[in-house]
């Protein structure tokens, strides 16, 4: 308690304007109210109240003083309100931790610095408060005082110093030297190991870590300039830092990282560096020296005097042709993965081309690097390895020199440390190979101008589980300046997937504020799908109600003009009768805006219950369903299917009406119309669908029904009350209308295996997948969507004859759901017990 | 005094549970907690809870020894009386006897009576004990949150439960959230 005596004096203590906190080892931190109390008096017109700063004495379990501080930034709109409190053992303990030096320091800018400010709140030092306790206030209370870390407390503390205090202390005491040996070998293998090191962090970071303590806690990368002496380490730094902000800048436009925001936060980072702009040249120039140093090492005696000007990488010449080899992949890879993911970021998707040809530069150069793996092991710097090197960081299984993670935490948010396990090498090696992988999918997009096709390939993109990189890169391409791949405008993507004539895209309704929002509600969909699938579901959920508010807002004007969407024409009305002064052509365009109105309204409601569909089979990936409640999930999802259908075969026959129309005399298309009518190939899938739903729905009912199983019991909730709380999204938006529990249980209350033996819609799903093959022999994905409706259907099929024989007969029966066949669909399992 | 697999051999009726009856109990309730969730919490959130919901926090007993503690909250979400699990905790040589359950029933029960028409709560994906003692209890998997506890561990599941038997539909959250903002972490405590 030295400082508090001298405080107390107010003779020597001084509030400095520009406060330099000490720390060090001769620190020692004690009770700091007398510099506060200091502060005041030396700041009378400070109005100092309430109780934002608390310090409290007393002995904890460790039989030490401890002290907590608080406050509310609230002085500026610099600063919102937040309030944050410390603990720290002291004075027998010292404390090693930036959080608290962090903390006085914040403290004393408020103090010192704001003094107009007129909020800033501060208690009576209490000095006789007992350990622990608290003192409550306006703004302090027991839910503020949650926000406490406890200093030194690794769960906590993010702050808390494990080696050093700074980068500058960890490179005095030679924790990353340059060179990182004066043995040539010694030092290659250092690098080589760093190289690998850092691919593991970036994998880490990639999959959710933070940059900081991922990528960043290399020491080199942190002091760009160090580097310089050392080429290949230096042209490595630079093109690893470019491709880390290149992919955070790609994340951040995305914003496809809502829960993982970890991974855009690069504050205090020396992410962008001059020079690194530059990276590929020097890593280029870096390259030609080591694959002439190859060349020279692999060259017989005699072509040997040619080369002699070329200085080896390393000093053991036996080891030189395996080190530059393990070096040129890694930098290969380097400069191709730059190349991916730059070429990727050109607009309307441009250098998806090129980009495809350096991933498989990339993919090969990832072969060579395990490939090394055996050479760089055998020859590894760090002796015999004892443990096995499948957790290991770095190919030669050797630790890596020039990392500290704890070194960037204090830039971390005054939140508790998330703790982080680095990938494996080999790990990190096997995911950027299936980054690689689902960045090629993207390459190989064909730009489907069909808004269906854009759909199809995100939610197919999406059955891959690509991590959030890959999942930024799809939708980068798919919305771009508030375009379907930055050349297409939403309102002729709209009228596409509406099935309109070509000319309908230049029509003056797409200025229409309602067809503008439509636009909006369209690229946001775009973007959500691209999401991880737990976000996804919950914001799909949420944007169901945008869908039907805009539909029902354009029936709505109905009733006004026309007959249909009565809003949009009335504002076009008005917009025509301005410019021409002309009312008589006002009708002939009034139809052709019904007409578009009328396609896209059903269009608007198709694709509204394709988005329910996605958010309740999205429960499933989720696992969000229990057994118990498949029969009502099954049979939300049958009454959703029904009115997609319809929805989808109603937009088909209109479009098809209007071709006709236009290319036959109106007898002959009266004619056809009862003749060669076919439902659509598209409808029928969905039909295949209903099938299996409606099957799996009533087997689930008569195993309810007879063999009392999957039953929602449980003291606290209601079978009614799990209906609602899981549709209550699609209920609110009256998806569809009517269907409410009762209609649930009407359906399902009297099922029974009898009446399903003698109608069974697994075989007509059966049926109607087979014939559908020829329809899509061209599409492979939706073949292989067959099949396993094929297989669902076949599976199911056998099985409800095996319960209708059965079921009641052997109450011993083991009866389970799995998913084998489809993610969406289940299979019943019938075992004997 | 514990049988093999390291499971306490007892009878239930040896289990006495208390309701939270005051700053004696927090050390108890502190350390299980500690020893057995991996979430970090300071001395404040403990007493942020069991101060002002006391009622709702209860502790088992096991011939003295505190071997299970459930603490819970209550109060208005989004129009909602809505109830929370904060933490719940059995030591586990003494799991799978229905210690937890009982813990929970009882909070439920309390907060049943106060009013709550539902009850929520998060819990590790990869804890399917206590995803299962939850559905057994008739909660449902309402959301999974990504990347939700510090731990590192990639999801976690809320689940929403609500007691009321005659819950009225006009009850339901008004989608006032903010946009973009992760509700399940709007939602912690800590």
């Given at each position: 308690m030295a400082d508090k005596s001298e405080a107390e004096r107010g003779e020597d203590a001084k509030v400095a304007i520009s406060p330099s906190i000490p720390f060090g080892n001769d620190t020692v931190w004690a009770d700091v109210s007398s510099l506060f109390r200091l502060a005041c008096n030396v700041r009378p017109e400070v109005t100092i109240k309430g109780t934002s700063i608390m310090i409290v004495k007393g002995g904890d379990e460790r039989d030490c003083a401890i002290i907590h501080i608080a406050w509310i930034m609230?002085?500026?709109?610099?600063?919102?309100a937040s309030m944050f409190l410390v603990s720290i053992p002291s004075p027998s303990f010292k404390t090693h931790s930036s959080t608290f030096r962090n903390a006085v320091t914040l403290m004393f800018f408020l103090i010192t610095y704001k003094t107009t400010a007129k909020n800033i709140h501060c208690c009576n030092l209490a000095t006789d408060l007992r350990t622990d306790e608290l003192i409550s206030g306006e703004n302090f209370n027991l839910f503020a005082a949650m926000s406490a870390l406890e200093i030194m407390d690794p769960k906590m503390d993010s702050g808390i110093v494990s080696t050093y205090y700074s980068v500058d202390e960890a490179i005095d005491s030679g924790a990353a030297p340059i060179p990182l040996s004066f043995d040539g070998t010694v030092d290659i293998q250092r690098v080589i190991d760093i190289m690998d090191h850092l691919l593991a962090c970036e994998a880490t970071w990639h999959k959710g870590g933070s940059l900081a303590q991922t990528v960043f806690s290399c020491i080199y990368l942190l002091r760009p300039e160090r580097t310089s002496s050392h080429a290949l380490l230096h042209s490595f730094c630079r093109v690893i830092r470019t491709t880390c902000n290149t992919v955070v800048s790609a994340v951040s436009d995305a914003r496809t990282n809502e829960e993982e925001d970890l991974f855009t936060m690069a504050y205090g980072l020396p992410l962008k560096v001059d020079g690194d702009d530059k990276c590929l040249s020097i890593l280029h120039a870096v390259e030609e020296t080591i694959s002439r140093q190859l060349k020279a090492c692999k060259a017989p005696l005699s072509k040997r005097k040619v080369l002699e000007d070329v200085e080896p990488l390393q000093t053991n010449l036996d080891l030189e042709e395996g080190f530059c080899k393990a070096v040129l992949c890694r930098l290969r890879f380097r400069k191709h993965l730059y190349h991916v993911v730059t070429c990727m970021r050109r607009p309307q998707g441009k250098g998806l081309e090129l980009a495809k040809k350096h991933i498989i530069s990339c993919l090969c150069e990832l072969d060579s690097m395990l490939k090394s793996a055996e050479f760089l092991r055998d020859h590894c710097a760090c002796g015999t390895l004892e443990d096995g090197v499948e957790d290991k960081t770095t190919a030669s299984g050797c630790q890596p020199i020039g990392f500290d993670s704890t070194l960037n935490s204090r830039s971390a948010a005054p939140t508790p440390p998330r703790a982080i396990k680095l990938l494996s090498w080999t790990k990190a090696v096997n995911y950027f190979q299936k980054l690689l992988h689902d960045l090629d999918i993207i390459c190989s997009y064909s730009l489907d101008p069909v808004f269906e096709g854009a759909l199809r390939f995100v939610v197919d993109f999406q059955k891959f589980q690509p991590d959030l990189v890959a999942r930024a890169y799809i939708q980068l391409l798919l919305v771009q300046e508030g375009k379907l791949y930055g050349r297409e405008p939403m309102f002729a993507v709209i009228c596409r997937a509406a099935l309109l004539p070509e000319g309908a895209k230049n029509h003056d309704v797409q200025k229409n504020e309602t067809v503008g929002q439509l636009g909006q509600l369209l690229i946001s969909l775009l973007r959500v799908l691209c999401t991880n699938t737990a976000w996804q579901r919950r914001k799909l959920g949420k944007i169901l109600q945008d869908w039907r508010i805009i539909y029902v807002q354009s029936v709505a004007g109905i009733a006004g003009i026309a007959g249909i969407a009565g809003l949009i024409l009335w504002v076009l009305e008005l917009a025509f009768r301005k410019e021409f002064g002309d009312i008589t052509n006002t009708s002939t365009d009034q139809n052709l805006c019904l007409k578009i109105c009328k396609h896209i309204l059903i269009w608007v409601e198709e694709q509204t219950y394709w988005i329910a569909l996605r958010f309740l089979v999205l429960g499933f990936e989720l696992e969000l369903y229990s057994t118990s409640e498949y029969c009502m999930v099954y049979w939300y999802i049958y009454v959703i299917l029904i009115k997609l259908a319809e929805k989808t075969h109603l937009k088909m026959m209109l479009s098809n009406d209007s071709s006709r129309r236009k290319s036959k005399k109106k007898r002959d298309f009266v004619k056809d119309m009862g003749k060669d009518y076919q439902i659509p190939p598209a409808v029928l899938l969905l039909q295949c669908y209903i099938y299996i739903a409606e099957g799996l729905m009533m087997m689930l009912a008569s195993l309810r029904n007879e063999n009392k199983i999957f039953l929602c019991l449980?003291?606290?909730?209601?079978e009614q009350e799990r209906f609602i709380q899981h549709f209550e999204l699609l209920q609110k938006a009256c998806l569809p209308d009517h269907a409410s529990y009762f209609s649930f249980r009407e359906t399902t209350a009297h099922a029974r295996f009898s009446t399903l033996s003698e109608y069974n819609c697994f075989k007509d799903a059966q049926r109607m997948a087979k014939e559908l093959r020829g329809n899509f022999a061209n599409d492979p994905e939706r073949m292989a969507e067959l099949r396993r409706i094929e297989q669902v259907a076949e599976h199911n099929c056998v099985a409800l004859n095996l319960l209708c024989r059965l079921g009641t007969l052997e109450p011993s029966l083991k009866i389970s759901f799995e998913f084998i066949h489809h993610p969406h669909f289940a299979v019943a399992a019938v075992k004997r017990s | 005094m514990e049988a093999e697999e390291g499971k306490a051999e007892f009878e239930a009726s040896e289990i006495e549970y208390v309701s939270y009856g005051g700053e004696h109990h927090l050390p108890l309730i502190m350390k299980l907690v500690d020893q057995e969730l991996s979430e970090p919490y300071s001395i404040f959130t403990y007493r942020y809870f069991v101060y002002l919901w006391p009622h709702l926090s209860f502790l088992a007993f096991h011939k003295g020894k505190c071997v299970g503690t459930v603490v819970c909250k209550m109060g208005d979400h989004r129009h909602t009386f809505r109830g929370y699990i904060a933490m719940l905790v059995v030591l586990n040589p003494y799991r799978g006897r229905g210690i937890a359950t009982e813990l929970v029933s009882r909070s439920i029960q309390v907060m049943m009576e106060s009013g709550c028409e539902e009850v929520t709560l998060e819990a590790e994906v990869t804890n399917k004990g206590a995803l299962a003692l939850y559905g057994r209890l008739g909660f449902i998997r309402a959301k999974r949150l990504f990347r939700y506890y510090l731990n590192g561990l990639p999801s976690a599941e809320a689940v929403v439960s609500?007691?009321?038997?005659?819950?009225?539909?006009?009850?339901?959250?008004?989608?006032?959230?903010?946009?973009?903002?992760?509700e399940g972490i709007n939602s912690v405590l800590t």
């Open positions: 609230e002085i500026s709109e610099r600063f919102s449980g003291p606290f909730n209601t | 609500r007691p009321e038997p005659n819950y009225s539909a006009s009850g339901l959250a008004t989608g006032d959230e903010a946009e973009g903002l992760d």
